[in-house]
DNA sequence: GAGTGGTCTAGACCACAAC
DNA sequence: TTGTGGTCTAGACCACTCG
């Protein structure tokens, strides 16, 4: 309908090899690139980018889509195709498990989360006995029975990464660790006080797309990828004491480590 | 033109909400996920999949992009499209700067692909002087003028890693730093040797979809992310005298980190 | 040459959002 | 009601791979 300032895009290169669905692509990522569509920003509609390109509507869908897949923009039904917002990032220190936190009685996520004067909350709280999976068998010794608590953690209402701590069942049962609400300092606290002094912890991080699944959990746009770190915590006698996986959308963090020279 | 075993692939329901493609894109999903089609194997081509679920064919094509922003699958142009082969993985230690190593004269590239009986190779060498990002600047105290050695990492002929190492020019300037093959143990040791003792790594790890450029020049299918990796060296005067910014495939690695629990 | 995926057209109908 | 994106059809021609 409205008239497309021709100005913001360039037109298509009818020598080019490059497939026009990729050329329309690439004249809308610089576009964006160079910051003439803000942030939130809406791109024109598809009608108008068939008639600025004189293609069919299937071909300026494939060049959206693209977009899509490397998380640039985001399409809203009835509404338009947006540049996607760069949402605030938490970092995630190093020492985020170091004692003198834990001390201070609440869990690192609350702390940050204040810290960053987001609003935190806590949900989708499951706590259950079951059998391991191999990887947490094998990580964890080799226990028949582990208890698993799973939550899922949200930042100004939007989901940010969900996670499943799985210990020993000789080393939870019937302790507040089995409780939903652990207490103060979280379990890692509580492992403390059952004389599982923590000596260290592993980290393993991968990068990858999400499964249908962690997309409806995490709620996550296209072209978002997460990260998946799994954290193993020993106690001073060297036994693996817990096993943390957890699932974070990649948009919303900045994993930060120190590594000492030695 | 071949039948398709149907037994491997269950039919639509056509009084389900969901959409056609992603009830098509469901059960190819799940065919893979529980083996039917093992890595490397052939899905059914387009037109099979047309005939078998009684579609056109950009249906079929829709559910098997789907799929290909997952990185479940990859296609073949002539050939098909077949479920990805999950490439071996590289495991990065949190010790993998360790002093020790450095002593050794070998890169930490080039000595842990030995281990794993991996093929390494380096190319794409450039050492030039340049004016450094404002990110960069920042985080070596503001130089003027920065010293960029950039480079690519393959294993087994495989692109797996692209970094860039910044250093002040007057740390690196008319030294072994400046030339193409900067000697045993790498600039770690040269930095070394030229007094800048180093005392600790700060490591900043993201994970995104990647650029078009960074998709040529890791030759990256369709649906893999990278991990963004900035690295900061500093020496024991507390001076940042190196960054390193790397972008790595994310299918290839696994990053591993100690942390201790203090 | 036969089969495969890659690109593109020109329509159609639907569901959602905003006025 | 109008405009938006979401889904789907039924074709077409092309480029690539393999025998």
């Known amino acids: 309908m409205a008239a497309l300032a021709s100005g913001l895009l360039g037109s298509l290169d009818p020598t080019s090899d ?6 329309i692509a690439d004249h809308l990522r610089e576009a964006i690139d160079k910051g003439r569509f803000a942030e939130g920003a809406k791109l024109p509609s598809e009608s108008e980018l068939v008639e600025h390109f004189s293609v069919s509507r299937m071909t ?3 060049a959206l889509s693209i977009l899509q897949s490397e998380g640039l923009v985001s399409s809203e039904h009835g509404k338009g195709v947006f540049v996607r ?3 605030p990032v938490r970092r995630l220190a190093s020492d985020r498990f170091a004692r003198r936190h834990r001390e201070q009685g609440k869990s690192a996520f609350i702390v940050e989360a204040d810290a960053a004067g987001s609003r935190p909350e806590v949900d989708n709280l499951e706590v259950k006995e079951e059998r391991p ?3 947490v068998s094998a990580r964890l010794g ?5 208890l698993a608590r799973r939550r899922r953690y949200l930042l100004d209402g939007r989901p940010v990464e969900f996670a499943t701590s799985y210990l020993p069942l000789d080393i939870a049962r019937d302790t507040p660790i089995a409780q939903p609400n652990p207490g103060p300092g979280g379990i890692y606290a509580r492992l403390e006080e059952l004389g599982h002094t923590l000596d260290h912890f592993e980290e393993e991080i991968r990068a990858r797309m999400p499964s249908p699944l962690e997309i ?6 296209t072209g978002v990828p997460v990260i998946h770190l799994i954290r193993t915590a020993f106690d001073t006698k060297g036994r693996a004491v817990e096993v943390c996986d957890t699932v974070m959308a990649a948009d919303a963090y900045i ?8």
């Open 255 to 262: 994993l930060n480590y120190h590594l000492p020279a030695k």
């Open 18 to 23: 490059r497939a026009v669905f990729r050329q």
């Open 142 to 146: 080799a226990p028949r029975r582990v």
């Open 133 to 135: 999976s191999t990887d």
């Open 85 to 87: 917002p760069r949402p």
């Open 60 to 62: 300026v869908r494939n």
């Open 216 to 221: 409806k959990t995490l709620q996550l746009a």
